[in-house]
């Protein structure tokens, strides 16, 4: 079955306390990007990747970091979680501009 | 830059009664436009898209068309059922780097028997 997966689905952490959402798709998209979702402002980007290795910033990247190095997995790194990070996070992939983007469950986090 | 602006909800309705969300949008060029839907508890899934001015996208009797002479591309189904119950979202692919979506804020649908 062709899938965006997420881990972990729900997470509660604290301040400065590193964590790793991991995020994989089977379908051998290039493209893959992170976008987080808050009330009354919809979804917005954080990083993007059109392929290995190649990764660029959305709207919201500050606090976030993302690593491509295989083609499948798109993490989404943050170094020192904050409180205004809490939010329900998104990885979605495609397979060439303009295409349907496939999106994974979401990972609800709560950082305290 | 571009944008995305929907109505806001929630919009409350009876089964089979008639839905309209309405969306409108900004960009200085010819973006492709999407609606996304949001049931409880998941990620998000692609109810339609259209891709050029005048095109209707179509899909589970929901409706919209691409309509660049009011920069529009409103929501429609003729007979709403309670399993429609969801977020809907509008959305259009950024021209400069098309594969990023910029979204509404998103319409909270409720359907009652």
């Known amino acids: 079955e062709a899938q965006v997966t997420q881990n972990p689905r729900y997470l509660i952490t604290v301040t400065g306390k590193k964590l790793t959402v991991t995020c994989s798709q089977n379908?051998?998209?290039?493209?893959m990007s992170w976008y987080r979702q808050d009330p009354g402002l919809g979804l917005r980007q954080i990083y993007y990747s059109m392929n290995v290795e190649v990764t660029d910033k959305g709207d919201v990247p500050e606090g976030y970091k993302v690593s491509r190095k295989e083609k499948r997995n798109f993490p989404l790194i943050l170094e020192s979680p904050s409180p205004n990070q809490t939010s329900l996070y998104f990885c979605?992939?495609?397979?060439?501009?303009?295409?349907?983007?496939?999106f994974g469950p979401g990972t609800r986090l709560t950082v305290l | 830059g571009d944008s995305v602006t929907q109505m806001e909800g929630p919009v409350t309705l009876s089964e089979e009664a008639f839905l309209t969300i309405n969306c409108t949008y900004t960009a200085t060029g010819y973006p492709s436009l999407f609606w996304y839907v949001q049931y409880p508890g998941e990620g998000l899934q692609l109810l339609l898209k259209a891709t050029k001015a005048d095109d209707k996208g179509s899909n589970k009797g929901f409706e919209a068309t691409y309509r660049k002479e009011t920069t529009s591309f409103h929501l429609e189904k003729g007979s709403v059922q309670v399993s429609d119950s969801a977020v809907y979202f509008c959305a259009l692919s950024d021209l400069e780097n098309t594969d990023k979506l910029i979204f509404g804020t998103g319409t909270r649908l409720q359907v009652f028997p």
């Open positions: 979605a992939s495609s397979s060439h501009s303009r295409s349907e983007q496939f």
């Open positions: 379908m051998n998209h290039e493209y």
